[in-house]
């Protein structure tokens, strides 16, 4: 079955703090992608990689940071967490270009809260 | 940029009655398409999809129908059930370009027994 893992479920965290997201994929796939996920707003995209060490910046990309070292590996750092990132973060990947289907696999999400 | 749009927010239903869910793209460039469920709790689950070069498409108790006249998008659900409530997102993608598909801000089903 195949899967997308982030670490953490639930966190709470503190205004300044630097947060990790991580998100694991067994797929072997190409392209990796982080959302934030708010009510009414739907889906906006932050940041996405399509290789290893590659990162290109999505809609709002202002106050993250990614790291990809591995191809199955894809972290989200908040550098300096502030209230308004309080969200839920979902990560997803999808094969190459060229696949058949362009079909996103999305982890469970991880429930950020920052006081 | 380019936006996805749902014409409902909230569709509420009893159980058995079928169900449909509309989705406005913009982008005439787009060329494939995506539904996505969203239980509660959990991340987006591919539902059913389809390319440009067809105006319909069935799955099990899913059908997707695409307008490209007037870029309209729906996703019926027949003899909807409990376990259908859920938030239904429509995802464009233009494949000949980006992969990156742009989101709808999602429609919430909810079945009443």
């Known amino acids: 079955d195949v899967k997308v893992t982030q670490s953490s479920r639930y966190l709470v965290k503190r205004t300044g703090e630097k947060v990790f997201l991580e998100c694991v994929q067994d797929?072997?796939?190409?392209?990796m992608f982080w959302y934030r996920q708010d009510p009414g707003l739907g889906l906006r995209l932050i940041y996405f990689?399509?290789?290893?060490?590659?990162?290109e910046k999505g809609d709002i990309p202002e106050g993250y940071s990614v790291s990809r070292e591995k191809k199955e590996r894809f972290s989200l750092i908040l550098e300096s967490a502030s209230t308004n990132q309080t969200s839920m973060y979902l990560c997803?990947?999808?094969?190459?270009?060229?696949?058949?289907?362009?079909?996103?696999?999305f982890g469970e999400g991880s429930r950020l809260t920052v006081l | 940029g380019e936006s996805v749009g749902l014409h409902l927010p909230t569709l509420s239903v009893q159980e058995g009655d079928n169900s449909i869910i509309n989705c406005a793209y913009s982008?005439?460039?787009?060329?494939?398409f995506i539904w996505y469920k969203q239980e509660s709790g959990k991340g987006p689950q591919f539902i059913i999809d389809?390319?440009?070069?067809?105006d319909k498409r069935q799955g099990q108790r899913v059908t997707v129908l695409l307008n490209k006249t007037v870029k309209h998008l729906s996703l019926q659900i027949a003899a909807t059930q409990p376990g259908d409530s859920a938030v239904y997102f429509c995802?464009?993608?233009?494949?000949?370009?980006?992969?990156?598909?742009?989101f709808g801000r999602g429609t919430s089903l909810i079945v009443h027994p």
């Open positions: 990689s399509y290789d290893v060490k590659m990162k």
């Open positions: 997803a990947s999808s094969q190459d270009r060229g696949a058949s289907t362009g079909e996103l696999f």
């Open positions: 797929m072997d796939h190409e392209n």
């Open positions: 995802a464009e993608n233009n494949q000949g370009g980006s992969y990156i598909p742009t």
């Open positions: 982008n005439s460039a787009s060329d494939y």
């Open positions: 389809i390319r440009s070069n067809m």
